[in-house]
């Protein structure tokens, strides 16, 4: 059997998480690896039917949040905030905040692989924890705790701002006022070794350049371009 680690100094979970649960066989079955049970088939519930409700919650919590802190941003715009706060390594990245790994009942073979750092069972962990918080306590209590853990929504998505779709922001910048045809993409150049090409692509709104970029593949020669022509002021 695989206990949780303990750690004298730390404050308790619920301590961290910022609830007492009424119910604390809902924590408890929070952090319910479904590997437990190759070890436990005494118990028959894991996190899973927890996580499914937590990931719902979620987004409704975001959704709400981000059309409220962003008034004139339009739905795509939104989408992708929504999908950047809630996709899979950002919620490992908050359960590692709450150092919910530590934990995890886990199997031994499960611990023995590392389980209690991967980014699939700490994502999980997350989204059932903020389900079990919605059975025990509601909405409300809910939305209070998992957006103090968020803190400023535009700082948080500042940090993953370079893994957002540029390409994509040009396009709905341009589309309400060009259609969805206006924009193109032009490869105009390729050096190097072909271990080591680098692409030249510059992107236009009908025959006027906005920006030009440089990149090891075409798409990210492309994604340069498009930021460039966002950071230009000519759009």
């Known amino acids: 059997m695989s206990a949780p680690a303990e750690n004298s100094s730390a404050p308790p979970l619920a301590e961290k998480l910022g ?6 066989a809902l924590l408890r ?6 590997s437990w049970l190759q070890e436990h088939p005494e118990e028959t519930g894991t996190n899973q039917r927890l996580e499914f409700l937590g990931d719902a919650v979620i987004q ?5 949040a981000l059309y409220q802190r962003y008034p004139d941003e339009r739905e795509g715009v939104l989408s992708r ?25 886990l199997a031994a073979s499960e611990e023995q692989t590392g389980g209690r750092d991967k980014p699939a069972a700490l994502e999980d962990a997350f989204e059932a924890v903020i389900g079990a918080v919605y059975v025990d306590a509601g909405l409300e209590p809910t939305r209070a705790i998992l957006l103090r853990h968020y803190g400023d929504l535009a700082d948080r998505l500042a940090r993953v701002a370079p893994a957002e779709n540029p390409k994509g922001r040009l ?12 924009l193109r993409y032009d ?7 072909d271990h080591e090409r680098e692409y ?3 992107v236009f709104l009908h025959d006027q350049e906005l920006g030009s970029g440089r990149g090891s593949s075409k798409k990210s020669a ?4 498009a930021r460039a022509a966002l950071e230009s002021g000519r759009v």
């Open 19 to 24: 609830h007492c649960f009424s119910d604390p």
């Open 29 to 34: 079955l929070a952090l319910t690896h479904p």
């Open 60 to 64: 409704l919590i975001l959704t709400e």
């Open 81 to 105: 905030h929504r999908a950047a706060l809630s996709k899979g390594h950002f919620l490992a990245g908050l359960a590692r905040e709450l150092d919910l790994g530590a934990h995890l009942r």
């Open 171 to 182: 396009q709905e910048r341009i589309q309400p006022t060009h259609g969805n045809n206006a």
């Open 187 to 193: 490869v105009v150049h390729v050096a190097g070794e």
């Open 200 to 202: 030249e692509a510059r």
């Open 222 to 225: 492309e994604e340069v371009a």
